[in-house]
């Protein structure tokens, strides 16, 4: 197996909502996005594995964030002292996470400093979560918490596709699209979370605010793509946006989430827009 169909499996394995739009993004593109994407999968992994303590998961995210500062090129780049974080929990731990090393070199040795830089900072914002027990009380926690683990995504895809197509993007508005896809993850594993002493929810939210808050930021996100000409940035955002808004429709009508024949039905309505 070729290392570009390693990196698309393991994609797929742990979210089809990105495995979908990354797949088809053009050489170079694709390579560059799904390291940013694998990398930070992998980081995410650590921070909401349910068996690992708070320490121990704040210890093991900045262990990961010093060692890709002290990177430079992917030729040299220290494989074996990352891999070797993860002695203490490798068993646990699942295969997206104990290979970042390989998906932080497969990005473009040009551009792979911008993944490596991402995913440091995302996994030092982790860290601080972990060790505080993800305590939201006000809608700037909630704020911080959703840029943390989620808007700098929006950020670093900003500047993928930026670098890629040679155009400028809003980076406020990627902050939004991550944000918003985040609050609608919230909102779907709200039962999860408190059953694991977890509560994103600032004191006095209820369902109907945090959906209005995810819907205010997805459409403020909405707005700003739609008035885009056509990209390889629109068409990526298109399939995980319409997701997003999917599930709020089917959250609000009381389904726990978006049935499989749901989301292949709206994957394949946004097809003939983008081929």
């Excluded at 220290?78 to 974080?85: G, K, Q, V, Y």
């Excluded at 089917?250 to 989430?257: N, Q, T």
């Amino acid at each position: 197996m070729t290392q570009a169909n390693d990196a698309l499996r393991v994609l797929e394995e742990t979210s089809r909502t990105f495995y979908i739009p990354v797949a088809r993004l053009p050489e170079g593109l694709q390579e560059a996005v799904a390291s940013g994407y694998l990398c930070m999968r992998a980081i995410d992994e650590v921070e909401d594995h349910p068996d690992i303590a708070g320490d121990v998961k704040a210890q093991l995210l900045n262990d990961i964030s010093l060692a890709l500062q002290a990177q430079t090129h992917v030729e040299s780049f220290a494989h074996d002292h990352l891999a070797s974080i993860f002695d203490r929990a490798k068993e646990t731990l699942p295969e997206v996470t104990v290979r970042i090393g390989e998906w932080a070199c497969y990005a473009p040795r040009f551009i792979a400093p911008r993944v490596w830089e991402a995913t440091s900072s995302m996994a030092d914002r982790m860290a601080h979560w972990a060790i505080s027990g993800f305590k939201v009380v006000t809608q700037a926690d909630l704020d911080r918490y959703t840029y943390g683990v989620a808007g700098a995504v929006g950020l670093m895809l900003c500047d993928l596709f930026g670098w890629f197509e040679k155009v400028q993007i809003n980076r406020s508005r990627g902050i939004q699209f991550g944000r918003g896809l985040q609050l609608v993850n919230i909102l779907r594993n709200r039962e999860e979370d408190l059953e694991r002493g977890v509560d994103f929810y600032p004191d006095g939210w209820d369902n109907e605010k945090m959906h209005a808050y995810a819907r205010q930021n997805l459409d403020e996100f909405d707005a700003y793509a739609k008035s885009l000409p056509e990209s390889a940035f629109v068409d990526f955002v298109s399939v995980p946006r319409a997701l997003a808004y999917a599930t709020l429709e089917a959250l609000a009508r009381g389904d726990e989430k978006l049935s499989r024949t749901e989301v292949v039905q709206i994957v394949q309505e946004l097809e003939p827009e983008t081929n």
